[in-house]
């Protein structure tokens, strides 16, 4: 048996240069593999992340809405809800937000307030199928006040 040969990638060899073509074929062939899981995993976040946000503005917009009928100081209209979701968007372009408010049978106290949000997510990576980027929130409430 001899001693002082190198072992590189596995294979017996005593040149450095093929050490180094086969490092460098190994990266090459890792690097994809892990741009693409680390991308991957941005982009979920990110998907998750605007899933949330419409979420919470579809209860904070019925929140806004239920405080608001048309017997108080300033009642809300649907024009109102839409704006106040736009302005409390953080995160999401606040243009591309579909608001749909609906109240049952008008906007009286004890009347049922409903707010449906759309919106579009477009991922850097475009291999994502399109039923998962469009994305809706839906929230409603009693009109208290």
């Not at 590189?8 to 180094?20: K, L, P, V």
């Not at 490092?23 to 892990?34: G, K």
């Not at 009642?75 to 953080?90: L, M, N």
């Amino acid at each position: 048996m001899k001693t002082g040969v190198k072992v590189c990638a596995g294979h017996r060899d005593s040149s450095r240069s093929r050490c180094r073509g086969a490092s460098v074929l190994e990266f090459a062939l890792a690097l994809p593999v892990f741009f693409f899981a680390v991308m991957g995993t941005v982009e979920f976040g990110r998907g998750l992340f605007a899933a949330n946000e419409l979420n919470h503005l579809a209860r904070e917009a019925v929140r806004y809405a239920v405080v608001r009928s048309n017997s108080s100081d300033f009642p809300a209209s649907a024009g109102d809800v839409t704006r106040f979701v736009r302005e409390q968007a953080t995160g999401l372009v606040a243009d591309e937000i579909a608001v749909d408010t609906d109240w049952d049978p008008s906007n009286v106290p004890g009347a049922f307030v409903a707010v449906s949000l759309r919106y579009r997510f477009e991922p850097v990576l475009a291999f994502l199928p399109d039923s998962l980027k469009d994305l809706r929130a839906y929230a409603r409430g009693v009109v208290a006040n």
